[in-house]
């Protein structure tokens, strides 16, 4: 991995006008799936679909759960763009290329990013199946300088020092659990705080008691870099966890986890997920952006 690597502001545009010379849509919402949660895609309607391979500029997928293409849609009267498959930081991607798609996004005129993740769960309330909505999230990479935005700021992304204080919109939050409960799923739905480590294997248990005693809900290995990046060029983002295992904290505990087990639970519970999203997208207020 490259931490240095630098990507121009003429790279994002270049890729972001190749999908403009490919596609009508015109995203307001743009939608990240996690591991196990391409269906997300599937309620899009008229879609436009493009392989990563062959968008110029694009990081490649690797990671089983992550297909690799980008969807582009209508959903309940906005336009969408998903990403089936997301690019991780330990697949060996500099972050500048793991958050690659999400600085296209703002250039297609995307205001609004949801991300959605698989992730484990330290909180004793939040089990298998169980989805909780991001509130905040600790950076773990990047606390210690394995940030995005290292390296010259782009000024016209943003500034060079964003406030990351309140970077979960509330009034998406809020109206999450509320579908939640139209959705008669209540007792799924939680809040939490998300943390990101840098993978790829799963937590020790001393790691992963440090964790929980940190004041971390669910851990996973994705996220803030794109929620950073969304951040900072002024993006509105809602970001929820699908929790598809329970994090091992105790030595007689004889559970362990596995990458399998992460998807078999996404895709049991994704149908919840894609309906919570869709009533999400619909409900959402959008300016017309579209460039
Ligand atoms: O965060 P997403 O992409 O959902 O994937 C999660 O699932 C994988 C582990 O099973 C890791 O990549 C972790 O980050
Ligand atoms: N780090 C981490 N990532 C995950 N993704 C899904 N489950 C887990 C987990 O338990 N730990």
Redesign the pocket.
Known sequence: MNSKEQISHDDYQKTADWLKSQTKHRPQVAI??????GVLADNLKCQDSFAYSDIPGFPQST?Q??AGRLVFGELKGKTCVCMQ??F?M?EGHSLCKTTFPVRVFKLLGVETLIV?????SLADGLRPGDIMIIKDHVNFPGLVGMNPLFGPNDDKFGPRFPAMSGCYDKGLRSSAMEIGKQLGVSELMHEGVYA?VG??N?ESIAEARLLHRLGVDAV????APEVVIAIHCGLKVFGL??I??KVVKSYEDSDS???E???EV?RLRSQTVQQLVTELVSRMETNNNAV
Not at 220 to 223: A, E, K, L
């Open positions: 990240i799936c996690g591991s196990g949660l990671v759960g992550h498959g997301r991780h330990y959605t993740n698989a992730a484990g990101m993978g790829p799963f996973g290995m994705s996220t966890s699908l598809t295992n986890v596995n990458h087990g992460v998807l996404s």
